[in-house]
């Protein structure tokens, strides 16, 4: 039995500019300024028609995609479904096996949503003083 994907909300325009180099890249200056034009779309068989979008001052092309974290995968997973089963303590096997997919693309999906809940500790801490010092 294939689980349904959980609820997204898809990347309809693109936050910055994935070149590092650029300015945009920034997402506060890419906020500020219409950074980006579109620039078409592609199809593939697992997603459908997706839209590209040009960078204005450096050039650089990205796609909704580029900032999902389902990037450069055949398929979307349900994140939460995933989220429920390490909870309880399901191990990576059982959970494929409960979601009809390989052990390794739930390892993927597992490595995936690890590296995004890092990058939203960080930007989280970022903001946050210390008032005592930490032993």
Not at 17 to 27: F, G, I, L, S, V
Not at 28 to 50: L, M, N, Q, S, V
Not at 77 to 84: K, N, S
Request: include cysteine.
């Amino acid at each position: 039995m294939r689980l349904p994907s959980g609820p997204r909300r898809p990347v309809s325009r693109p936050l910055f500019c994935p070149r590092k180099e650029c300015p945009y890249h920034d997402p506060e200056a890419a906020r500020k300024a219409e950074w980006f034009t579109d620039h078409g779309e592609f199809f593939t068989f697992a997603r459908g028609e997706i839209k590209r979008f040009r960078c204005v001052l450096c050039g650089k092309t990205c796609s909704t995609q580029t900032f999902s974290i389902d990037y450069w995968t055949h398929g979307e997973f349900d994140y939460t479904e995933l989220l429920r089963a390490l909870d309880t303590g399901a191990g990576l096997r059982h959970t494929g096996r409960y979601t009809q997919v390989s052990y390794r693309v739930v390892q993927n999906r597992v490595r995936r949503m690890a590296r995004n809940c890092l990058a939203v500790m960080d930007a989280a801490l970022s903001e946050a003083k210390l008032r005592e010092s930490l032993a």
